[in-house]
């Protein structure tokens, strides 16, 4: 059985978490176009010659969710820093449910799919700012499965995994 091409982009983006420096979480993202060429990868981790928070933990390493004392650049915003066109962005694969900040950042290119592994750290403003665009928001469950791509606004949050594999 071959996996289908989401399936494998997740799984890219979660090895790419691996490389991750921040101790508190490890995301890692993959943006691709419609061909699921790869057009920029992403993981979190301090700036450029920062001490590694593996190394040296930041402030925000035992801060509580939402303090914004994290100094790591997110995974998402990484990926947007290697992609050379934006507006050819179609899918981001991301570990986790993206941020407030890198939805926003998402939304100013023509990424219409999110999907993502891991959302239980996921913000629902996020997620409602994404949807009012008209874009899909779509956790990845349990293997390999067909993605949902419908044009149907009441499936563009989706949680449910559709059975079967290309």
């Known amino acids: 059985m071959r996996v289908d091409l989401d399936y494998t982009m997740l799984h890219v983006a979660l090895v790419l978490s691996q490389r991750s420096t921040c101790v508190k979480l490890r995301v890692g993202a993959v943006l691709t176009n419609e061909k699921g060429i790869i057009l920029g990868t992403g993981y979190n981790g301090v700036p ?10 930041c402030s925000g390493a035992s801060a ?12 998402e ?3 947007l820093l290697q992609c050379k066109d934006t507006e050819a962005i179609v899918n981001i694969y991301v ?9 926003k950042l998402l939304l100013n290119t023509r990424c219409a799919y999110v ?10 403003s996020a997620r409602d700012l ?12 349990d293997g390999p499965q067909v993605s949902p ?18």
């Open 48 to 57: 450029r010659s920062m001490k590694h928070c593996i190394d040296a933990p």
């Open 64 to 75: 509580p969710k939402g303090a914004d004392l994290c100094e790591a650049v997110h995974a």
């Open 77 to 79: 915003q990484n990926a």
């Open 95 to 103: 570990t986790h449910a993206p941020c407030m900040r890198c939805t």
């Open 115 to 124: 999907y993502f592994l891991d959302g239980s750290n996921q913000e629902a």
């Open 130 to 141: 994404w949807l009012r665009a008209g874009r899909y928001w779509l956790q990845y469950l």
């Open 149 to 166: 791509r419908t044009e149907s606004p009441d499936d563009r949050s989706c949680t449910t995994p559709i059975a079967g594999a290309e």
